[in-house]
């Protein structure tokens, strides 16, 4: 009654390399409930088919140890064109004998190995001075700035979440069934169609956030406080005092890097001093008290770090000094420093 429930006829022609059935084979497959099943019939083909030359029962577990060693060390074994026609050609070449039943039992654990594959972690990285554009399963555009990474499960279709190191822009696909959710180690925004900035970087004391289109919802990752966000709203989250204040602003500018541009609009010293760090991958030290009124508004595209400080020289009122990197007693290089300070 068991086998009943099993088209043996299917499994028989799918392996040997007929179309068609591949739902079919999968569903039964990842069904844990009919591995007895299986098993069953298993059993019956090796009887069926070579019950006059064997003469008696044989243990498969030699050739199962080698099959399963091969599905988690050889990688490249399950990327060929077809995934299940390299597996039985293998086991053609260890068992001529019991290809059918054979196939069918590892198939479990070879499904098995596929749906762990399918729930796989994806990392994303764009490391110092470089910057990377790519799309998401969903269609999202991604555009990741340097020092910064987003990992995504591969069945990302499911939940539409990412987690979020260092500073990306997202132009979101709708879906108003699944809303899409960037995560960092403090906050989560949830949104269902929009263009905004993101910057979370582990060595800084805040978070920002900037709104270019569509609405997003605001929460730290205790959703003790929340905030619905506008366009053009900027959003900077203490990460020291766990509270955040919302602002208007032109945004554009928070993602202006994604272009090649180093964007000022009426910023202040520690702003410039932010943004300055992450475009050159560089350590800025503010030495002195500046007043709120000394501000920048200014449009670097493809300048060298020198160039701009010499605008910064001339404009803010500032001095500067460049300290080069350093060799550590452990062999590691220090970042460059840039020191500024009042113009006397």
Not at 31 to 44: A, F, G, M, N
Not at 328 to 338: A, E, F, M, P, Q
Request: net charge positive.
């Amino acid at each position: 009654m068991a086998e009943s429930r099993i088209d043996v006829k299917k499994i028989e022609n799918f392996f040997r390399g007929k179309d068609g059935d591949f739902e079919y084979i999968k569903e039964i497959f990842c069904d844990k409930s009919r591995e007895e099943e299986l098993k069953k019939v298993l059993r019956r083909k090796w009887y069926e088919l070579f019950q006059e030359e064997i003469g008696e029962e044989k243990s498969l577990d030699h050739i199962l140890y080698k099959i399963h060693y091969r599905i988690n060390t050889d990688k490249e074994f399950f990327e060929r064109k077809s995934k299940l026609a390299g597996m039985v050609k293998w086991c053609m070449r260890i068992a001529a004998i019991m290809f059918i039943p054979l196939a069918i039992y590892s198939g479990i654990n070879f499904f098995n190995t596929l749906k762990i594959r399918e729930s796989s972690i994806v990392e994303v990285k764009a490391p110092a001075w470089t910057r990377a554009e790519f799309i998401l399963p969903d269609s999202t555009k991604v555009w990741l700035n340097n020092r910064s990474s987003i990992k995504y499960n591969t069945r990302f279709n499911n939940n539409r979440e990412v987690v979020l190191t260092g500073e990306a822009f997202f132009d979101v696909t709708r879906n108003l069934k699944k809303p899409f959710k960037v995560i960092t180690d403090e906050i989560m925004v949830t949104v269902l169609g929009t263009k905004f900035n993101i910057a979370s970087y582990h060595n800084e004391k805040a978070i920002e956030i900037a709104l270019e289109e569509g609405s997003l919802v605001f929460s730290d990752r205790d959703m003790k406080k929340t905030c619905l966000m506008k366009p053009n709203d900027f959003l900077l989250y203490n990460k020291t005092n766990k509270d955040y204040n919302i602002k208007n602003d032109e945004t554009e500018k928070y993602s202006s890097w994604k272009d090649g541009k180093l964007v000022f609009r009426n910023d202040p010293i520690d702003v410039v001093k932010n943004r300055l760090e992450r475009w050159y991958n560089i350590n800025v030290e503010i030495k002195g008290e500046f007043g709120d009124d000394l501000r920048l508004r200014a449009t670097f595209i493809d300048e060298s770090l020198e160039e701009v400080m010499k605008v910064l020289k001339r404009v803010m009122h500032i001095n500067y000094r460049i300290e080069e990197q350093k060799i550590t007693s452990g062999g590691i290089y220090t970042k460059k420093k840039i020191i500024i300070s009042k113009s006397i």
